[in-house]
Each structure stands twice: as C-alpha cells, then as structure tokens.
C-alpha cells in the first residue's frame, strides 16, 4: 500500500492527470469457526442458571457445528432438556429422538427418550422407548416397572401383567445372586440391579445385605436402597443407622451418610 500511495503523489506533484484508479474493495476475512466445545460449556452453564433461551442457541449451535460425536449427543440431551424447561415437550423430543439416533444401541439414550415422551404425553410412544431400553438392559428393575405402568394406562392390561411376569423373574435371580454368588462382583452387580426395584421385600433382601464381608457389596446395597427410599420398610434405617456406627471402610461409609440423608 505504501508504494500505491507515493506513486500517486508523485503524479499530482507533475502536473501529469489521469484517471483514478478504481477503489479496491475492502479485504474480507472468512468467519472464524465456532467453537463447539465452548459453546457446549457456555450452553451447560445457560441451563444451569435456568436461562432456557440461550441454552436453546447454545446447544444448537453445537449440533451442527460439532464434529466430536460424543459432544453433539451432549448437545442434543441439553437442547431437549432447554426446550423441555420451556415447556416445548415436541422439540424436547425431537432432540431426544437424534439421540437415540446417534446412539442407538444405548439404554441412557433410550431412557431419556422415554422421559420426554412421558412428558409430552405421549404413552404409547414412551411404551415403545421402555422396550427398547428393556431389550438393551434386560436387568433394568425400573423399566420394567414404568412400562407396566404406561401399559395400564393405555388399556393394555394383559401386556402389562407380562411385563410384571418378566420384571419379578430378573427380581428373584438377582435376589437370589445376591445371596448366594461366590463373587463379590457378581453380589454387588446384583445389588446394583435391586436399586430399580420398588417394593418392600427387595428392600430388606438389600438390608441382609449389608453385613457382606466384602465392601464393594455393601456399598452396593447401600446406593440400591437409596434409590428405593429408606423408609420403605421401617427396618432400613435402623439398620443403616447401625451399620454407621461400626463401618469402618470409608465408601462404604460415605454411601450410608449418602442414603440416610436421601441422596
């Protein structure tokens, strides 16, 4: 540019005209690249502090801009939970939906799914997601639990007694893993799949439980209660109140606290 510039006014200093040169445009610079994971961050931190909208922008922004597949599955459960804070329960499921889609052989993708069609009330489809997660994890107590239930209320009563039949049969074999499994980790596996059951009787196998001489066992039994509620059954507390007072393995400890404060 400098030298556009002193041959210029070397021309006006001699008298010599000419026409003038046509402007040059302005040069442009290309837009620089979003950036995803921020983006994803500044979304997080939106929904957090209950800003919906801009949560909404954020995590939208990333959807189409990731290229990290783990990043826009995020993105998508943060658009559908945004969209589900604003009440829009058709886009929630919308998004909910790419997530399946993206991930379709995972049972948190598919149980997310059947929240938000739960949500947006819509039964048969949250039926529809239910057997999806079931066939992906067979042990999981509470889809089988929630699938009942929708069956009941969509007038598939008969569907729904099935389902019962196939969720107390995965009940009694962990029950019974729990119990009798030489392995420490095939009990306390057991003990993890009991947490999604809902009903006294698991609750006080889980308390039988915790005298395990393995830790890891009754750690397990601990959080599987917590999920259940401790005052399920009036032995529970009693027994986790006692376990506290002579346990001296600190997990162990730190899930007891954890249950008996509703955690």
């Given at each position: 540019m400098k030298r556009v510039v002193l041959a210029a006014a070397l021309v006006v200093g001699t008298g010599c005209h000419r026409k003038a040169d046509a402007p040059r445009p302005a040069p442009t610079t290309a837009a620089a690249p979003l950036d995803a994971a921020a983006l994803y961050v500044k979304g997080k931190a939106a929904l957090e502090n209950k800003m919906f909208s801009e949560a909404v922008d954020d995590f939208t922004k990333v959807t189409?801009?990731?290229?990290?597949?783990?990043?826009?599955?995020?993105?998508?459960?943060?658009?559908?939970?945004?969209?589900?804070?604003?009440?829009?329960?058709?886009?929630?499921?919308?998004?909910?939906?790419?997530?399946?889609?993206?991930?379709?052989?995972?049972?948190?993708?598919?149980?997310?799914?059947?929240?938000?069609?739960a949500a947006a009330g819509k039964r048969d489809k949250q039926a529809a997601a239910l057997e999806h997660l079931i066939a992906l994890e067979p042990d999981d107590l509470a889809a089988y639990l929630d699938l009942a239930g929708v069956d009941v209320a969509i007038g598939k009563s008969e569907q729904s007694a099935d389902v019962y039949v196939r969720y107390e049969a995965r009940r009694r074999d962990a029950v019974v893993q729990l119990g009798k499994a030489k392995d420490p980790a095939a009990r306390a596996a057991a003990a993890e799949v009991l947490g999604g059951a809902r009903d006294a009787g698991t609750a006080r196998a889980l308390v039988l439980a915790l005298t395990d001489k393995d830790p890891t066992v009754r750690v397990a039994c601990a959080e599987s209660l917590a999920r259940i509620g401790v005052d399920i059954d009036p032995e529970v507390r009693p027994a986790l109140n006692a376990l506290m007072k002579k346990e001296t393995d600190g997990k162990v400890r730190a899930a007891v606290d954890d249950a008996l404060a509703g955690k």
């Open positions: 189409t801009s990731a290229t990290d597949p783990d990043l826009r599955v995020n993105a998508w459960l943060g658009l559908g939970a945004a969209y589900g804070e604003l009440g829009d329960h058709t886009r929630a499921v919308a998004a909910f939906e790419q997530v399946t889609v993206l991930r379709p052989d995972d049972g948190d993708a598919w149980r997310v799914l059947a929240e938000g069609m």
